[in-house]
Structure formats: structure tokens, C-alpha cells
């Protein structure tokens, strides 16, 4: 009777990062499909347009992995990752200085539902959008990691090297204003 | 996340949660994964494309610093002490038995001053043993008054 191979365990993203900085790429890649699907929302809640979403995750993946050095695991990486999202995002807004116009084609309605519903729902996504775009940047992402991301205060402050009291604070500005907003 | 009052909110929270989800759907995970991999493998890399940008900022504060100092060392110098005793026109060349006896003791004042040198007037030009003996009987009985 052989012995029973032990399940091949998943790798963790610390050990993905390790592989990754002894130069494995596929190690890379892994991180990529692990974790570009919720930066993708991230960037696109924060003000990405559709269009440009698929660069600026890529851009954020080069940075992240060029700086990998520098994440000492204060938090995990898909907020860390989040963090320089963030960054990129701003830089672009900074080279291309074009208008933010948020499209309000299907990209912020709802696909099921009632024709009713699926307008009221686009409104509502359309309005949050520009609500966003009208808060302080740390205001901004630490809504988006907490109401849209789901991630605690504690780790969203360690990502964004504040104390998790500011953080809730920040949140509830955020919170306050958005709702004023989309009275 | 219950505990925060604001979050009783929860149409803000479904909204917030929808953001973005067409474009994540929309985006084809495995080729952006190549495609990072691929950019990993033949770009320069990312510190080197931040400092090439950081670089010429520095470079222009770095040259006016350096225009701003050398400036000044090259106008103290060029300004240097000023001597404590001024020296009367007519010293730098002039004949000095035209001079009077106030004004020859006021030259051989700054010939022993240190910074005399400075202005010009060096001790060779108006050394008094160049002067003939004529201009030095003439020099003492100036100075005798």
C-alpha cells in the first residue's frame, strides 16, 4: 500500500512573494490572477475608466512587484496592492488631466432586475461615483476598502500607515458626505 | 463591520459593493497575468524609471544651488577687505613731490598697511628708493613742514 500523497496546499501569497523574488515568474502570475479581479473594482470605484482599468492593473502589478522589496507584510498584499492602485491611478489622472466623465452606459447599471430597477440602481452607482471623486483621496480609499473591498479598520490602516481610529474616522466622513451627496 | 452606525446604511454599502464589478468582470485575468510577466521580463525596472524621473528635478535644484553659491564666493572675493585707510588719488602714480606733506604721511601710511596691496598699490611703485636724491630732499622738507 503506497502512502497517501499529501495534498498539494495552496501557496500563500508570503510564499508566492517569496517564489516571486527569487525570480519566479509563474509565482508572479499567480498573484496576478489572484488578486486583479478585486484591484480591477478597486481602480474602477475610485475613478478608473473602463478602458484604461486593464493598464492601470497592469501598471500597479509591475510597481507592486518591482517594489516587493519595501512590503514587509503590515498588511495583506491585495491591500497593499490597493494602496499603490491608488498611487497609479493618481499619477494617470495627473498625466492625462482629461475630465473625469462617468460613462452612463451599461458599465453602472445593474444587468437583472426590472428595467425600473436597473435605472434607479445605474443613478445611484453614477451618483456614488461622482461622490467619490469629490472626496479627499484617503477619505476616498478608505471608504472603497471598507464598504466595497470589506476590510477591516486595522488593515486598512496598516495599509494606509494611519491608526485604525483614523481610519473609522476618515470612514465616517466619507460615509457622511456620500449620503449628502446622493440625497 | 455591524458596528459602525453608518453602515445601518445598507443601500449605500450594496452600491459601493457594485462599483466596478463590469470592469473586473470585463478583464481577462490570464492575459493581463502574461502580459505582466512579459513587461517584468524586458522593461527597465520600475526604480530606475521613478529615479529617471525624480533626477532632472533634483539636478536643476542641485545646479541653481551651486550657480547661487559659487556666485557669492566669486563676489567676496572679488569684493575683498576694504582697507582703513583711505588712499589719495594721486598715490597710484602720480608724482610725489606734487604731494603734501599730510598727504605723503597718509601714503606711507597704507604702504604698511597689510591690505594696501589689494587696491593696487604695490610698495615697488612709490618705494622710496626709487625716488632721486632732488625728491628726497624735497619729501623731508615737506615733511618738516
Sequence with gaps: ?183 | MNDDVTLHDDKLQEVARRLGARAAERLDVERTAEAVVARLRTEPRAEVRVLGWIQPAWLRIAAVLLLLVGAGVVALNVRGPQPTTPLPPASAGGELSELSGDELRIVLAALEEPGAERQGVSPQDVSLEDLSALELRALLESLEG
Design chain 1, 1 to 183: 500500500m503506497t502512502p497517501a500523497e499529501p495534498v498539494a496546499a495552496v501557496p500563500t501569497d508570503a510564499a508566492l512573494i517569496a517564489a516571486w523574488r527569487g525570480g519566479d515568474e509563474p509565482a508572479a502570475a499567480e498573484l496576478v490572477r489572484r488578486h486583479a479581479r478585486a484591484l480591477a473594482r478597486f481602480l474602477a470605484g475610485a475613478g478608473a475608466l473602463e478602458a484604461d482599468v486593464d493598464d492601470l492593473v497592469q501598471e500597479t502589478f509591475i510597481r507592486a512587484f518591482r517594489a516587493v522589496g519595501r512590503f514587509r507584510g503590515q498588511c495583506q498584499f491585495r491591500t497593499w496592492l490597493m494602496t499603490i492602485g491608488g498611487n497609479v491611478l493618481k499619477d494617470a489622472h495627473r498625466r492625462s488631466r482629461r475630465a473625469r466623465v462617468v460613462p452612463l452606459g451599461d458599465d453602472l447599471r445593474a444587468t437583472d432586475g426590472d428595467p425600473h430597477e436597473r435605472a434607479v440602481a445605474g443613478e445611484a452607482e453614477r451618483r456614488l461615483v461622482a461622490g467619490l471623486e469629490q472626496l479627499p483621496r484617503m477619505q476616498r480609499e478608505v471608504f472603497l476598502l471598507r464598504a466595497q473591498q470589506g476590510f477591516e479598520y486595522e488593515e486598512i490602516a496598516a495599509a494606509l500607515g494611519t491608526t485604525p481610529g483614523a481610519a473609522r474616522v476618515h470612514y465616517h466622513h466619507a460615509v457622511r458626505r456620500l449620503k449628502e451627496h446622493m440625497k
